[in-house]
C-alpha cells in the first residue's frame, strides 16, 4: 500500500461533483420528498374511508330495518276530525281511554291523570298528564291516534327521556269540554 499513489482530484472535478450532488439534493427535497408525504397523507385518508366503508356496510342492515318500521305506518293524510267537546261527567272516562289506546300500540302507561287545577271553575279545559313507556318509533303512530280524538285541542308538552331500549314519554294534553 505503501507504493500506491493516489492522484489528488482536480478542483475543477470536484466542483462539478458537489454541484451535481447539489442539483441531485435539491431535486430529491423539491420533487420527490414532498411527493412522498402527500402519497403518506392521501394513504392515510384512503386507509379511514376503508373503515368508514366497512362500517356503513355493517350498519346498512340496521338503518334498512328502522326505515322499513318507519314507512310501516305512515298514513297518506293526518286526521282532523271536527271538534267537539267531552261532557264534564265523562272526564273520569279519558284515563281508560287514552290507556287502552296506548297499550294498543305497544306502550305501558305509567300515569294518566287529569290536573285537578284544570278542572275547578269554569274553564273549558282540562288538562291532563301522561306518562308512557315504550319504542321510540311507535311513538309517532300514537300521536297519530291521539290526533284522531275529536275532544283534543292541543300538545302543549312533549318530553323525552331514554331508558336503555325504551323511552320515557311525558306529555301534558289539553282536552276541550263543556
Same mark, same amino acid.
Given at each position: 500500500?505503501?507504493?500506491?499513489?493516489?492522484?489528488?482530484?482536480?478542483?475543477?472535478?470536484?466542483?462539478?461533483?458537489?454541484?451535481?450532488?447539489?442539483?441531485?439534493?435539491? @431535486?430529491?427535497? %423539491? &420533487?420527490?420528498? =414532498?411527493? #412522498? *408525504? $402527500? /402519497?403518506?397523507?392521501?394513504?392515510?385518508?384512503?386507509?379511514?374511508?376503508?373503515?368508514?366503508?366497512?362500517?356503513?356496510?355493517?350498519?346498512?342492515?340496521?338503518?334498512?330495518?328502522?326505515?322499513?318500521?318507519?314507512?310501516?305506518?305512515?298514513?297518506?293524510?293526518?286526521?282532523?276530525?271536527?271538534?267537539?267537546?267531552?261532557?264534564?261527567?265523562?272526564?273520569?272516562?279519558?284515563?281508560?281511554?287514552?290507556?287502552?289506546?296506548?297499550?294498543?300500540?305497544? @306502550?305501558?302507561? %305509567? &300515569?294518566?291523570? =287529569?290536573? #285537578? *287545577? $284544570? /278542572?275547578?271553575?269554569?274553564?273549558?279545559?282540562?288538562?291532563?298528564?301522561?306518562?308512557?313507556?315504550?319504542?321510540?318509533?311507535?311513538?309517532?303512530?300514537?300521536?297519530?291516534?291521539?290526533?284522531?280524538?275529536?275532544?283534543?285541542?292541543?300538545?302543549?308538552?312533549?318530553?323525552?327521556?331514554?331508558?336503555?331500549?325504551?323511552?320515557?314519554?311525558?306529555?301534558?294534553?289539553?282536552?276541550?269540554?263543556?
Amino acid at each position: 500500500m505503501k507504493g500506491m499513489n493516489i492522484a489528488p482530484i482536480p478542483a475543477r472535478s470536484m466542483m462539478y461533483i458537489v454541484v451535481g450532488l447539489v442539483i441531485v439534493a435539491t @431535486f430529491y427535497f %423539491v &420533487a420527490i420528498y =414532498p411527493s #412522498m *408525504k $402527500s /402519497l403518506d397523507v392521501l394513504d392515510a385518508k384512503i386507509d379511514a374511508m376503508k373503515i368508514r366503508v366497512e362500517s356503513q356496510k355493517a350498519l346498512l342492515p340496521v338503518y334498512q330495518k328502522y326505515v322499513k318500521r318507519e314507512k310501516a305506518y305512515i298514513p297518506e293524510k293526518l286526521p282532523f276530525p271536527e271538534r267537539k267537546t267531552l261532557p264534564r261527567n265523562k272526564i273520569g272516562g279519558v284515563a281508560p281511554e287514552f290507556t287502552k289506546m296506548a297499550e294498543r300500540l305497544d @306502550f305501558t302507561v %305509567v &300515569a294518566v291523570k =287529569p290536573v #285537578m *287545577k $284544570s /278542572l275547578a271553575g269554569k274553564s273549558t279545559f282540562v288538562v291532563v298528564d301522561m306518562q308512557l313507556e315504550g319504542d321510540f318509533f311507535n311513538f309517532r303512530r300514537f300521536l297519530i291516534e291521539l290526533g284522531k280524538i275529536d275532544y283534543l285541542e292541543t300538545v302543549e308538552e312533549i318530553e323525552i327521556k331514554p331508558d336503555g331500549e325504551k323511552r320515557n314519554f311525558k306529555l301534558k294534553i289539553w282536552l276541550s269540554v263543556s
